[in-house]
């Protein structure tokens, strides 16, 4: 089940990687400017977009999901444009104190922790506004478990403005479909130590034609992250800066993987997995943070009983099942915990997880 006597790592990302995809992890490493590595680019960003349904433009940038975030707007914005930054949670919050970092003028749009965002507050929040350059959102909120509807949030946000949507995708895309093309987003952002089941250090992104005007017009100061860089070294069919190797090799393999599987086969084995895991915590008498219809098929967030400290409840889990849950962040520290079900995951992992829960919270009731 898991790798030797490996603990089973059940946060939302990294994800265990299995073993043959630790072995290419460990390869050798290749010239990013000779042609294996042009051949593997090509590839790569073929079944990206496969994968994100589109025919968008897709990089591969070496940095970690934030480093993508912050590539979708430093390309999108300049000082004192208008954005409106909804959040459900620490990684909306996040997104919006980059924009906030780059001196857009932010409006937020703030939901209360466990819910998804209102698409009709969306719409009045973007009549309010008037003008509004970007919506920047978060698809998946890690923190809680909460998937946004984002189709839904798109519709809106197409029929009230003419606004970018930027979407931090970084636990979802993989692991649930986002129709980029379909839904008309702009950039999405994701991250390889989620679905992809490859190690930290590449992000990824897309860029639609309205995202390359917005480009065009940004003041916004930018040189890392500036995406004519990708472009242009795109087109010689090399990387801008170092990459980080390991984890394009790994996400080559998922990618490829994925593509002979179907997609639609992927999404499902992750929704599968979900209502697994959310089953099996409602049988241990435990509440799921989200409402059943907004719950993420990536990560399932649950409410500890009153009186089970969080922090001892993970380390004993921990020490005597060897078993890594993730806890709960910012006002939810100590209150839940989350189990990770992104990229390989198997039945058995869930079972795991969630009786050493169960047999722990049980334990600490005495
Ligand atoms: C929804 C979401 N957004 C953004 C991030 C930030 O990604 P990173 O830690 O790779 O910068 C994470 C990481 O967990 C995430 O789950």
Redesign the pocket.
């Known amino acids: 089940m898991t790798n030797g006597k490996q603990p089973n790592l059940r946060i ?2 990294p994800v265990p990687l299995p073993d043959d995809v630790l072995e290419i992890v460990g390869s050798q490493m290749i010239n990013h400017r000779g042609p294996e590595y042009a051949d593997m680019l090509d590839r790569m960003t073929a079944n990206l977009r496969t994968v994100f349904m589109t025919t968008n433009d897709a990089y591969f940038i070496t ?5 993508a ?1 912050e590539t979708a707007l430093v390309n999108t914005i300049s000082p004192g444009d208008r954005v409106l930054a909804i959040s459900v949670g620490v ?1 909306g919050d ?2 919006r104190e980059i924009a906030e970092a780059y001196s857009a003028d932010v409006t937020r749009l703030d939901f209360d922790l466990g819910h998804a965002a209102d698409p009709g507050k969306v719409r009045e929040a973007l009549r309010k506004m008037g003008d509004c350059k970007a919506v920047i959102l ?6 809680t478990g909460v998937a946004n509807p984002l189709q839904e949030l798109c519709e809106a946000i197409h029929e009230e403005s003419n606004a970018l949507i930027l979407v ?5 895309a993989g692991g649930m479909a986002i129709a980029v093309d379909a839904w008309g987003i702009d950039v999405v ?1 994701t ?1 390889s ?2 679905s992809w089941i490859a190690p ?1 250090g590449i ?1 990824m992104v897309t860029f639609s034609k309205k995202a390359w005007a917005a480009h065009e017009r940004s003041t916004t100061p930018k040189y890392y992250y500036d995406i004519q860089q990708y472009e242009d070294y795109l087109k010689i069919g090399q990387p801008p800066f170092t990459p980080c190797l390991p984890a394009m090799f790994a996400i080559e393999k998922s990618l490829e993987a994925m593509v002979a599987e179907g997609i639609e086969t992927v999404f499902n084995r992750h929704h599968e997995i979900a209502s697994h895991t959310r089953d099996g915590a409602r049988s241990l008498g435990l509440e799921l943070v989200p409402e059943e219809r907004y719950a993420s098929d990536t990560v399932t967030a649950i409410r500890l009983p009153d009186g089970i400290d969080g922090k001892e409840f993970l380390a004993r889990v921990r020490q005597d099942f060897n078993v890594i849950l993730g806890g709960g962040q910012k006002s939810l520290t100590g209150k839940i915990f989350r189990i990770g079900h992104m990229g390989w995951v198997e039945t058995a992992h869930i079972d795991e997880a969630l009786e050493a829960a169960g047999r722990t919270i049980r334990a600490m009731r005495g």
């Open positions: 939302p990302g940095s970690s999901g934030t480093g975030m990684f996040r997104f978060t698809h998946n909120e890690s923190s931090d995708a970084v636990s979802s952002a991250a130590q989620k930290p992000s």
